[in-house]
């Protein structure tokens, strides 16, 4: 059984800054890519930043320069560093993970997500 938790989200006023983590438990062999999606009210769940095991990231134009997403590999945890926050960035943020686990099946879990609300 695997299992992503998400926390750091809250209220932050435009041009503050979050950071988000996701934590990946139980029996993981490995872990390649994770990602962080977002979902605004009223619209689809788009892909905001990844990153593979070997540390190569990708962001959406949208976030580029704002967003910095990271990892660590010892503890099976991605963070998304979040600057300059606007109030389109408002979303409940949603952590993604391919793992292999012990009994190497290798699929896609995704975390319950935390809410991140950008307004003053």
């Known amino acids: 059984h695997v299992q992503l938790v998400e926390s750091g989200g809250g209220l932050v006023q435009p041009g503050g800054s979050l950071r988000l983590s996701c934590a990946a438990s139980g029996s993981i062999f490995s872990i390649n890519t994770m990602a962080w999606y977002r979902q605004a009210p009223g619209k689809e769940r788009e892909l905001v930043a990844s990153?593979?095991?070997?540390?190569?990231?990708d962001y959406a134009n949208s976030v580029k320069g704002r967003f910095t997403i990271s990892r660590d590999n010892a503890k099976n945890t991605a963070y998304l560093q979040m600057n300059s926050l606007k109030p389109e960035d408002t979303a409940v943020y949603y952590c993604?993970?391919?793992?292999?686990?012990?009994?190497?099946?290798?699929?896609?879990?995704w975390g319950q997500g935390t809410q991140v609300t950008v307004s003053s």
């Open positions: 990153i593979t095991n070997r540390g190569t990231t």
């Open positions: 993604k993970a391919n793992i292999i686990s012990t009994r190497w099946y290798t699929d896609d879990y």
